[in-house]
């Protein structure tokens, strides 16, 4: 008998690096169906799957696959569906590679089976092709719940307790939903109308959004409880306030928070103007101050604005990097150009006010710091001038103070964030829980998505008494 040909991990065809750097198309193409089922087939089937351990909200993981091998895609996406609501999201930008994938049997002799590819497939194929099919609706509690928020979190609340009976209404303060997947991520990572997709498909569940609502400013959550009839309250507010350096000229014109520039691309479609209303900053030369997926995400969209340089301005190495590989390699084959181990120290701005040039000194890695990755040092003497003229700062978000400012009984860490239970969501105020952002500081979709999970157990107990 000839021996069983070894099939290795299925590439992901894209554009051509060149090619998308100028423009704002998604830049994966996605698996085919022949391509899906021979990467499916390299799954081990294990009876005891440690991907499964590596995901947040415990998708099926070897089901949904095996249904894919054997070309049943309406059956990979019911059971992709049944404990995520946002699976063609979490396929593209769930950090599969240190969660799911991580843990593959496979991956301990070979590259490890592209589950993240393979949650893409399955829930573009029902978008695309197979229709969207309405799962089983518990009977009707009446317990109403109010959500906070449209993010991951939120949305993944929502979906969960509308299907256990509970009416749901999602108060969102931008005017679409999505939370981060409509305003920080490009549409080149994540296309609007895959997140729009998804946001429909709840409200064909039953969900209720109300947008323009700023929970805090227009009703406080005691309202919500006390006059509108909240059983219980979900607060998914997020982190978007914007973390600065605190070094001199910062205020100077063409300095843009991460979170500004990113909204008026992502969310106000500034690309597009004249055709849409937002005006932004096309720099020429760009630093971009961080190392996370967020500075990705900024320098890209720099070189699609028409950038003849995009730098990332990061104060450690490549391997203390926080942003996922892909997105980082991505960011390299496009001609972003990485300062590595440099700090900028002062912006400097010309005689109308406008940024011209960073002040940054050279950096080297000491010991660990408290966070256990290596502390970076100032190298004396080391001090040079980079020529920019427009700088975003892209180093981190802290969480929107405003419900805990108005809600005494919520009670907040040093950071500012919600505390709350970590296996429940339960924070300090009767009936009301937490999770995603708000509660971690900023972290991933998925582990937003994750506390969504078990906030929405909790919540379901509590409403019936449990």
Known sequence: MAPKEKILRQPMPEQEPK?????????????????????????????????????????????????IAEGDFAAAARILKDK???PAVCGRVCPQESQCEVKCVVGKKEEPVAIGRLERFAADWERNEGGV?????????????????????????????????????????????GGVLIYGIPEFRLPKAIVQAEVDYLSSLGVRFVM??????IRSVHELMEEDGYD?????????????????????????????????????????????????????RVAV???????MDAARTALRLGADASMIVYRRSHDEMPARAEESHHAEEEGVIFHLLTNPVELVGDEDGKVRAMKCVKMRLGEPDASGRRKPEVIPGSEFELE??????????????????????????????????????????????????VVTGAATVILAMGAGRKAADAIDKYLKGA
Request: aromatic letters at 6%.
């Open 84 to 86: 995520n609501s946002l």
């Open 289 to 295: 101050l961080g190392g996370g997926n967020v500075a």
């Open 388 to 437: 920019v003229d427009t700088v975003v700062v892209a180093i981190g978000n802290s969480p929107n103070p405003l419900i805990p400012a108005t809600t005494s009984e919520i009670h907040t860490s040093k950071w500012g964030t919600i505390i709350a239970d970590e296996a429940t969501g339960k924070t300090t105020m009767e009936g009301v829980y937490a999770g995603g952002d």
């Open 19 to 67: 090619v998308r750097a100028r423009n704002f198309e998604e830049v994966p193409f996605g698996y085919s169906k022949e391509t899906a089922m021979k990467e499916a087939s390299r799954c081990l089937q294990c009876k005891k799957p440690k991907c499964r351990e590596g995901c947040p909200v415990e998708v099926l993981i070897p089901d949904f696959i095996g249904k």
């Open 212 to 217: 323009n609502s700023v929970i805090g400013k």
């Open 133 to 177: 099919t309405i799962p089983p609706i518990a009977a009707k509690t009446g317990k109403k719940v109010a959500v906070i928020g449209a993010g991951p979190a939120g949305l993944t609340v929502a979906g969960d307790l509308i299907k256990k009976g509970h009416e749901v209404t999602v108060f969102e303060a931008l005017h679409k939903p």
């Open 232 to 284: 219980a309250v979900f607060v998914g507010s997020g982190a978007g306030l914007p973390n600065f350096m605190k070094i001199p000229g910062e205020n100077l014109n063409g300095v843009y928070s991460a979170n500004e520039y990113l909204t008026r691309n992502n969310l106000m479609k500034a690309y597009l103007f004249p055709g849409h209303d937002t005006p932004i900053a096309r720099g020429k």
